[in-house]
């Protein structure tokens, strides 16, 4: 009795609160490889599918069946197969097929096998039947989804026709090709009786060979939705102008061409726009949630420290972190002032001997908030220092001769980013120490934090110029410099070094990796050049800061000045995982030679230095360092205008997808920003555009107009 009343109370609570009981809902996903789930470590190819369930709300799940190098018949045989048991009453299928339909050039497999049984020829007839891929648009196509959709149906499930996204196909008029949108129309194969007719036409009107337009059909003819992601991505890629723009965007994975699947910036895009697509039909349009992004001028526009340093205090004490901040820092120097006074305590090698103790201003900028973006105008004519005296009153004898009272890693950088600082994006901008060279540490950045990018930034410093101090950080590096002389680039955490240019000075060490995240610290495509005199055969790649624990390898790196011999350094009693080099050339693009280099640590601990090229590749590979996170879809700049043109005093110039906005320049300078490709000039003057990407970051100038007014 006790029982059935506790029951009979739950039932009751359960309707008054209006709870639902039942289990979430399903949404699944059955297609091809621009649909299916990847590996993030291994690849930067995503399918949209990967991404389609982070739109759905109110307990709804995304269940991802799609596969590679499957067409409807497969879609059929096997992927529905693997998913059918799952699905229940309520839930709704998303069906995408065509890509590898069109294998056969819009002929069925299971026919070519019986016309080449046939003819005997039992070579072709073998390729065929291991393919397995191959269906004409107006028949086997559509027979291969009915069957799906009848038996989605017979589940009390909702089947809906997703159309195959276009491939990214340009012609010379800057549009998507009829063979881009899977309409093989312009050049087919068709079986006729004994004979294969190849390279057939057919006139743009006759759909007869257009996969996308049967599965509309099929939608009519099954009464079900038909959401068009052909036309809507035919759509999206146009908007990016050309194929290269949109190819660089949606489709490069750094590796070999590939016009058919997404990175992830792509694979996101289409998902959004299925999600998108579908609400707007009112299929789960109250399941599906659409972020919005309203596009507005930088957060902070700044010429002057004071106004810098409130602007970078507005973005720490913001209450929204989620949505980047970014600040656009004009031509200049800007000495950020010291802070609150801090007690400093220096000691000797014993460390208990005092040799200098008392209370100075922090010099350190900190940043504490997550996505912030810190863009400079021009790299090398905005420069970010502190405001603190080198004079004598400011030195004490350090335990390696004259130092400042600001040295160490945590008393000397100009920024600090804490743990906190998640997410933060420079570009185009100096950071400076000031403290002069050969008083001991002084860092530009200390970075405690994860997911930063470094683009064309130069660290300035001279000893532990750039120092990460999370061993579980990720840092990217692209393009820029790094100047120091005395373990320049330390730290922990993995971190990958793409094109960067190391200003070495002479008789010192590179790098000085710690404790890796995963896999260390990769210089990919670097170059290390001189600062100063007589650096050529005097420094070291680096020193191991722990034991067993260091990764530091260096491939396909440009050495216009040689390390030593020996290549590599000892560091007190520590020993590498791995120092090791590929690909090494000297400023004449002479390969150097690496069998002199150290394979001895600590007097016992052995260390191959010579990559082998597959290690090479392995380490090359960055997904397997940052996995699902890519930092070179935030560095991806936005293309520079074009077709810029001025007409009584009104700018225009070709509109680019992708662009966030545009920076208004007059004789060289930025002084104003506009959503639209277009502006009305103010002043007479040389006026150009910059394109500014999502995080921030400006293209390079467009071509110059004269404005007369």
Request: with cysteine; proline share 3%; glycine share 8%.
């Amino acid at each position: 009795m006790k029982q059935q009343l506790t029951r009979v109370a739950v039932c009751i609570i359960a309707i008054l609160l209006g709870c639902n009981i039942q289990a979430a809902k399903k949404v699944f996903t059955l297609g091809d490889s621009t649909m299916a789930p990847y590996d993030v470590n291994t690849t930067k190819m995503r399918g949209w599918g990967m991404y389609f369930g982070n739109f759905l709300t109110h307990g709804w799940v995304s269940l991802n069946y799609a596969k590679g190098g499957r067409d409807s018949r497969a879609g059929y045989n096997e992927l529905w197969q693997n998913a059918k048991d799952s699905v229940g009453s309520g839930d709704y299928v998303l069906i995408q097929f065509g890509h590898n339909d069109e294998k056969f050039n819009g002929m069925d497999n299971q026919e070519l096998q019986t016309f080449y049984a046939a003819q005997g020829n039992d070579a072709q007839l073998a390729t065929v039947r291991k393919d397995k891929r191959g269906t004409i648009p107006h028949s086997t196509y559509k027979e291969w989804l009915r069957k799906i959709i009848r038996e989605v149906k017979a589940k009390g499930a909702t089947p809906v026709l997703i159309s195959p996204v276009c491939r990214c196909y340009f012609g010379a008029d800057h549009k998507i090709t009829r063979a881009g949108q899977h309409d093989l129309g312009d050049k087919f194969d068709a079986l006729h009786q004994d004979t294969i007719m190849t390279q057939q036409h057919i006139d743009s009107d006759n759909h007869d060979m257009d996969y996308p337009y049967h599965m509309r059909q099929l939608a009519k003819e099954e009464h079900i939705s038909f959401v068009d992601m052909t036309t809507a991505t035919k759509n999206l890629y146009e908007q990016y102008g050309s194929f290269d723009a949109c190819y660089a965007a949606l489709f490069d994975k750094g590796t070999t061409t590939d016009k058919t699947h997404y990175n992830k910036k792509g694979a996101m895009a289409a998902a959004q726009l299925c999600a998108q697509l579908l609400k707007e039909q009112g299929i789960l349009a109250k399941h599906i949630t659409i972020p919005t992004e309203t596009k507005h001028a930088y957060d902070a526009v700044v010429s002057t420290t004071a106004e810098l340093c409130h602007a970078i205090a507005v973005a720490n004490s913001r209450k929204d972190q989620q949505t980047r901040y970014r600040i656009l820092v004009k031509k200049g120097t800007y000495k950020m002032p010291t802070g609150a006074m801090k007690h400093y305590k220096h000691t000797g090698k014993d460390r208990t001997t005092v040799l200098w103790e008392g209370d100075l201003p922090d010099p350190i900028t900190y940043i504490t908030a997550a996505n912030l973006s810190l863009i400079g105008e021009d790299r090398d004519a905005t420069i970010i220092t502190q405001d603190i005296s080198n004079d004598s009153s400011m030195l004490f004898k350090g335990p390696f001769g004259t130092a400042h009272k600001y040295e160490t890693i945590r008393y000397s950088p100009v920024f600090q980013l804490t743990e906190a600082a998640v997410g933060t994006y420079f570009q185009d901008i100096t950071i400076k120490s000031g403290i002069d060279d050969r008083l001991g540490r002084n860092l530009a950045v200390y970075d405690c934090a994860t997911n930063t990018i470094y683009k064309n930034t130069l660290l300035y410093g001279y000893q532990d110029t750039w120092t990460s101090s999370n061993e579980q950080g990720l840092y990217y590096f692209e393009g820029g410099q790094v100047r120091g002389r005395t373990d320049y680039l330390c730290g922990k955490g993995d971190a990958y070094f793409n094109q960067l240019e190391l200003l070495q000075i002479a008789g010192g060490y590179t790098a000085v990796p710690s404790k890796p995240r995963n896999v260390g610290w990769v210089f990919k495509n670097c170059t290390i050049s001189a600062s100063g005199n007589d650096v050529d055969g005097t420094y070291t790649l680096g020193r191991p800061w722990g034991k067993a624990t260091p990764v530091a390898v260096f491939i396909d790196t440009r050495m216009n000045v040689k390390p030593t011999t020996l290549g590599w350094n000892e560091m007190h009693d520590g020993w590498p995982a791995r120092f090791a080099e590929w690909n090494s050339r000297d400023c004449n693009g002479v390969t150097i030679e690496t069998a002199g280099r150290k394979t001895i640590f600590a007097n016992s601990h052995e260390n191959n230095p010579t990559l082998t090229e597959k290690e090479a590749d392995t380490y090359s590979n960055m997904n397997r360092m940052f996995g699902d996170w890519q930092p070179t879809d935030d560095t991806k700049q936005a293309a520079i205008p074009v077709d810029i043109r001025v007409n009584a005093g009104v700018l225009t110039w070709s509109k680019s997808y992708g662009t966030w906005l545009w920076a208004i320049c007059k004789d060289g300078n930025v002084i104003d920003f506009t959503e639209q490709p277009t502006y009305t000039a103010k002043q007479a003057g040389i006026y150009s555009v910059r394109a500014a990407n999502p995080m921030g970051g400006l293209s390079a100038p467009s071509a110059t107009v004269t404005v007369t007014l």
